[in-house]
């Protein structure tokens, strides 16, 4: 009697509203987290694949032959150093060559330590500084500086590029906070912001190339050195970053075990995560500074630790760091000595990410793959139908402002002094041959993309797909790079005829990707994700070449409407009314997926052949929209958005309502190209993706705030 009452005595006490008893919850809370810990996915499905030992001696005997290979006839050349070519030699290897291979080794080491950390604190194993964009925002602020403001890099190169990896960086975590910063939301913000910056580069390039004649090789990555001056201070810099680290790691690694566990045990989450990721984008700004962008170390060195059953957040960040450095030294080294008297000059970060493409497929594909959830509880894409009466005011506002776009935009102009006038009557023979067509096909274009925008958010229920995201672009962009380092300058129908099929290949590769497991939306993105990252870093080796035909493949890139002409804007026009009216056929389709794959099989629809033919139609319209405005403009991304902010709910009001805001948008970005910087006319492309920056912040924030 006595025990059992101790017993309730004990019971009344623990579950006493006055008294606060952490002992128990806390050792619940550690057996979880232990349980977890013994049970980890990574550990347990990837432990001892790989001997961390033998990967690294193996990386090591290569650095070492190729390094052999390399250095052999210097090192001779250098030891006589008799006559004054051999003293030249001398100079070389003690000045450029050991600087080099130092610099790789720093390089390697720095980004391999940053992607280790942000996977760490975002629970993410596939975030990385190439991933989350802190290169592209690095590269665009120090091509800012250099034009706007030369002054601020006399001040200190590493500011500049640590602001920009910081506001890129904050940026795609503000877009994918929303989705708990889940493995797929992480990759399509960080490439919708690469893509973003990458366009903004592209503006400055075309316009300030003299000043950014530089920037292709450098935004390549090149490890190129001249003395040993950079790679002391970028040494010193990373040393500075390992004091930081230090105090982080024991926080750090109690997170292994959960963000419960953690905060069970006094950690701060929420001040670590902010101190840790501050951390890792400044070494990886450091980085970037100093050698340009260099790709996918920061994933690829992160993911053999976890392969080598580096369970641990130390183990993890020793063996990341030695991957990474021996990783970048056998790229570098290679590059130089296979690629000849030129080898020297091939950007080593360029080879990395052609390199690392596949590997990013390979870790997207081992991905397990979640149902799309029913999103009308945040009213991203909800399924119930309003009343046609209260779109009524939707309707006649979009018909408007279509209606007004089209007939009014092409009317305004610039005279020859500078001044804003509206196009009298007299002069419509003579202008509007030249300013229709181009009115035309951007409206139809815009059309098309905003089509393939609003199937895509629609069916992979993620509010940041868009054409330019499942690869169909970067195929295109692929066709025009081969046509223009085969043959030079090309016509436009050559160009034209080169992007839509290497668009058609694209599609090829990614329905092949997508379709080789289970049916799902992830795949097609993640594909495309992959090809994306692969063509980017392709382009950037053909840039750096010095080629004349760069010039003209950013050109192209950055998508001038001026030189279509009335038969393909009237083209585009049909084709974007054409596949309306077929993507009206596939409403029930829309209106179904976005419920799940068990919902829609169950009430009758072929989910593969669904899910196929939308994502065929898809790319069709974006081969087809592509030569007209270039691949990069964001239409397809923001158009959806702005329809569904406008109370847009249906899938057939859906499509309706997005082809008319993509052709607005599209028809308002080419009058600014036109006017905004007299005499000169913008890409019409780029500068659409640059209007939809402060739409998307604009949006990003009313997200947040519902």
């Known amino acids: 009697m006595d025990r059992t009452a101790l017993r309730q005595g004990r019971a009344r006490r623990t579950h006493s509203p006055g008294v606060h008893v952490r002992r128990p919850a806390l050792r619940t809370t550690l057996r979880q987290a232990a349980a977890r810990l013994s049970g980890n996915k990574m550990g347990q499905s990837l432990k001892r ?53 130092t610099m790789a080794i720093l390089c390697g080491a720095g980004l391999a330590l940053s992607g280790t950390i942000l996977q760490q604190v975002l629970r993410n194993p596939l975030v990385a500084p190439d991933t989350v964009a802190v290169n592209a925002g690095a590269r665009l602020a120090l091509a800012l500086a250099a034009v706007l403001a030369p002054g601020l890099l006399g001040f200190g ?91 982080l790691m024991r926080p750090l690694s109690v997170m292994d075990a959960g963000e419960e566990a953690a905060r069970a045990v006094g950690v701060p989450v929420e001040r670590v995560r902010i101190f840790a990721v501050g951390l890792a984008v400044l070494m990886a700004a450091f980085v970037t500074s ?80 979640r149902e799309p959830q029913l999103l009308a509880v945040d009213a991203s894409m909800p399924v119930r139908t309003p009343h046609p009466a209260r779109n009524a005011p939707v309707w006649a506002f979009l018909a408007a402002g279509a209606l007004l776009c089209l007939c009014f935009l092409p009317l305004i102009g610039r005279a020859p002094d500078g001044s804003w006038f509206i196009l009298p009557a007299n002069m419509f023979g003579e202008i509007m041959p030249w300013r229709l067509p181009r009115t035309l096909g951007a409206a139809g274009a815009g059309g098309l993309l905003a089509i393939g925008g609003y199937i895509l958010q629609r069916v992979t229920q993620n509010p940041m797909a868009s054409p330019e995201i499942i690869g169909v672009s970067a195929g295109a962009i692929m066709g025009a790079a081969i046509v223009l380092a085969l043959g030079g300058a090309a016509s436009e129908i050559s160009l034209g005829l080169a992007a839509a099929a290497g668009s058609f ?108 033919s939308l994502f065929a139609l898809v790319a069709v319209m974006t081969a087809i929209a592509t030569p007209v405005i270039g691949p990069l403009t964001f239409v397809g ?70």
């Open 290 to 369: 100093a050698v340009g962008v260099i790709g996918f170390i920061g994933l690829a060195a992160p993911a053999l630790a976890t392969l080598c059953g580096a369970e641990r957040f130390v183990a993890r960040c020793f063996w990341s760091t030695i991957f990474g450095a021996l990783l970048l030294v056998v790229t570098d080294l290679a590059v130089q000595v296979t690629g000849g008297d030129g080898g020297a000059f091939i950007p080593t970060g360029a080879v990395t990410a052609v390199i690392g493409s596949p590997l990013l497929l390979v870790f997207l594909s081992r991905l397990r793959s």
């Open 505 to 612: 290949a694209a599609l090829v590769f990614v329905l092949n990707i997508a379709f080789r497991g289970p049916a799902a939306p992830e795949r097609m993105l993640l594909a495309g994700v992959a090809l994306t990252a692969l063509v980017d870093a392709a382009v950037g080796v053909f840039s750096a070449s010095g080629s004349p035909s760069a010039v003209l493949l950013l050109a192209w890139m950055a998508g001038s409407a001026g030189g279509v002409d009335m038969t393909m804007a009237a083209s585009a026009c049909a084709a974007a009314l054409i596949f309306l009216c077929v993507a009206l056929l596939g409403s029930r389709w829309l209106a179904v997926l976005p419920l799940g794959t068990p919902v829609a099989a169950g009430v009758g629809v072929r989910v593969p052949l669904a899910l196929s």
């Open 637 to 706: 991304l923001m158009a959806p958005h702005m329809v569904r902010l406008l109370g847009v709910r249906s899938a057939p009001a859906g499509l309706v309502a997005s082809a008319l805001t993509g052709a607005a948008l599209m028809t308002i970005a080419d009058s600014l190209a036109r006017t905004i910087a007299f005499p000169l006319q913008l890409p019409t492309g780029v500068l659409a993706s640059l209007i939809s920056g402060p739409v998307l912040l604009l949006l990003i924030a009313k997200g947040r705030k519902q």
């Open 49 to 101: 694949t790989l001997d961390p030992g033998l990967l690294s001696g193996a990386l090591s005997a290569a650095a070492v032959i190729f390094g052999a290979i390399l250095l052999r006839e210097p090192l001779q050349t250098s030891l006589a150093a008799d006559s004054v070519e051999e003293q030249f030699e001398r100079l070389i290897l003690l000045h450029a060559t050991l600087p080099r291979i």
């Open 157 to 247: 190169r590493d500011l500049v590029a640590i602001a920009g990896a910081a506001v890129s960086t904050l940026l795609v975590l503000a877009i994918a906070g929303s989705r708990r910063y889940s493995p797929l939301s992480m990759i399509l913000a960080g490439l919708v912001v690469s893509l973003y910056c990458g366009a903004a580069s592209t503006v400055l390039v075309l316009l300030k190339d003299r000043y950014l004649v530089g920037l292709f090789i450098w935004g390549s990555g090149s490890l190129s050195q001249q003395s040993w001056e950079p790679a002391i201070q970028l040494a010193l810099r990373l040393l500075a970053c390992g004091l930081p680290l230090a105090m």
